[in-house]
């Protein structure tokens, strides 16, 4: 059987909040003909960045995540501004949310965080030679602590489930799959 996208036959926002907006949405299966109602999460495209200091540290953010209850251990990460560059914005997002800057910036991939109900995409980058350059700048809605962690620690921090965020492992994934094609740093 050949899977084809489904005909779009309605869409309503039935809620707008600050960072997504809720739809109800009709699709008809092209292999039915059934109509069927989904709710889908748009908001707009973010960007995650592997920060990593000459010496091997990654620079990395502890934050309360309230979706998960729980304090969580990830790379810095956020929206992309309307009309801002990817690129652009993962270096924004480095310096505000760590204070860091990094001498190079370079994308790794780009990923549908939960393609079956959110419309946006996420862009992974590498940030290389990252050193300390200025304050945080934090959003109200954020209480960051800036973190560095070894390399050598990240499997055994991963194993352990210290760090468990979706989307940090998958940017950790694009990079280790580039690194298995050849040197990085």
Not at 48 to 74: C, F, W
């Amino acid at each position: 059987m050949t899977i084809r996208p489904w005909d779009e036959v309605s869409e309503e926002t039935l809620a707008r909040y600050k960072v997504f907006h809720v739809k109800k949405a009709r699709r008809r299966s092209p292999r039915t003909g059934a109509e069927i109602g989904f709710f889908l999460l748009e908001t707009p495209d973010w960007v995650n960045v592997l920060p990593i200091t000459a010496d091997g540290q990654i620079v990395m953010v502890r934050q309360y995540r309230h979706g998960y209850r729980k304090v969580s251990l990830e790379i810095p990460g956020g929206l992309i501004d309307p009309g801002e560059d990817p690129a652009t914005a993962a270096a924004r997002e480095l310096s505000e949310e760590t204070g860091f800057e990094a001498e190079r910036v370079e994308p790794l991939g780009v990923m549908n965080p939960n393609p079956s109900m959110m419309t946006n995409r996420c862009f992974a980058y590498l940030a290389t030679g990252c050193r300390r350059a200025g304050e945080l700048r934090m959003d109200p809605g954020e209480d960051i602590e800036v973190v560095t962690v070894p390399l050598g620690e990240l499997d055994g921090r991963i194993r352990a489930g210290e760090i468990d965020h979706a989307i940090v492992l998958a940017t950790i994934s694009f990079w280790r799959a580039r690194s298995a094609a050849g040197p990085i740093l």
